[in-house]
């Protein structure tokens, strides 16, 4: 049994390997919080995992949350390796446009989008209130407009945010859980064109540190009064009227 965290805050990220996930640990770790990267690709996560490690106290753990039995013991191996849990944040997710009707699919992405999320803050739970933690879900714009063939992915994301608001009335006050919903994010650094930003109300396309700032803030005492909320972040695109000329 490793010794238990003392006064240092614990986060587990979900999806934590690559893009928001990752720059969302990173994030944490500059703010002084022990992360545990969970994913499900392992070569990935323990990249991140020592990549990350300059910046502090950092772990992985294999994770595929949409198995109830993994998720379970993972949670279990943070509090028995921190002695603690403060700060949960529900990232893993898939996507596979133009899936349309694919009911196979649509277990898997439901499987992973939004039952992933409901394991792990099941599990969570007791440590979280413990510590007078919080909940963070990282949902999408497509739980409010669509694009088509996007019915498992848009589902998927709206349910989370609806998730997010029961969650929060069920847990509170011990237990604050709020959503952000990112727009167009750069994860991958591609080669954007100059309309690309420019379509964006806020002159540009997001970056994974947008989220990850975000994400920050609604996990620290200082968003203390916000619970059930969801954020979208995504440039002013959602507000953006759009008509074929």
């Given amino acids: 049994m490793t010794k238990p965290t003392t006064g240092q805050r614990v986060a587990l990220i979900t999806g934590g390997a690559q893009g928001i996930g990752r720059a969302i640990a990173e994030r944490f770790l500059k703010g002084s919080v022990a992360v545990v990267i969970a994913d499900r690709n392992r070569s990935k996560g323990r990249r991140a995992a020592s990549e990350?490690?300059?910046?502090?106290?950092?772990?992985?753990?294999p994770l595929d949350v949409s198995s109830e039995s993994q998720v379970r013991t993972g949670i279990d191996d943070v509090i028995r390796r921190h002695g603690r849990?403060?700060?949960?944040?529900?990232?893993?997710?898939?996507v596979t446009p133009g899936t349309g009707f694919d009911f196979k699919r649509w277990k898997e992405i439901v499987a992973v989008n939004l039952t992933g999320p409901f394991l792990c803050s099941k599990y969570a739970e007791r440590p979280l209130r413990r510590s007078r933690g919080s909940i963070v879900n990282i949902a999408s714009?497509?739980?409010?407009?669509?694009?088509?063939?996007?019915?498992?992915?848009?589902?998927?994301?709206?349910?989370?945010?609806?998730?997010?608001?029961?969650?929060?009335?069920?847990?509170?006050?011990?237990?604050?859980?709020?959503?952000?919903?990112?727009?167009?994010?750069?994860?991958?650094?591609?080669?954007l064109r100059p309309a690309d930003h420019q379509q964006h109300p806020?002159?540009?396309?997001?970056?994974?540190?947008?989220?990850?700032?975000?994400?920050?803030?609604?996990?620290?005492?200082?968003?203390?009064?916000?619970?059930?909320?969801?954020?979208v972040a995504d440039g002013g695109m959602t507000k953006k009227m759009i008509y074929e000329e």
């Fill in 52 to 61: 990350l490690s300059r910046w502090g106290d950092v772990r992985f753990l």
């Fill in 85 to 94: 849990l403060d700060v949960l944040v529900n990232n893993a997710g898939i």
């Fill in 141 to 191: 714009t497509r739980a409010l407009m669509s694009e088509p063939g996007t019915q498992a992915y848009s589902a998927s994301k709206g349910g989370l945010v609806a998730l997010t608001h029961s969650l929060a009335v069920t847990m509170g006050p011990a237990v604050r859980v709020n959503c952000i919903s990112p727009g167009w994010i750069d994860t991958r650094n591609s080669r």
């Fill in 202 to 231: 806020a002159g540009r396309v997001g970056l994974p540190r947008d989220i990850a700032e975000l994400a920050w803030f609604l996990a620290s005492p200082e968003a203390g009064f916000i619970t059930g909320q969801n954020y």
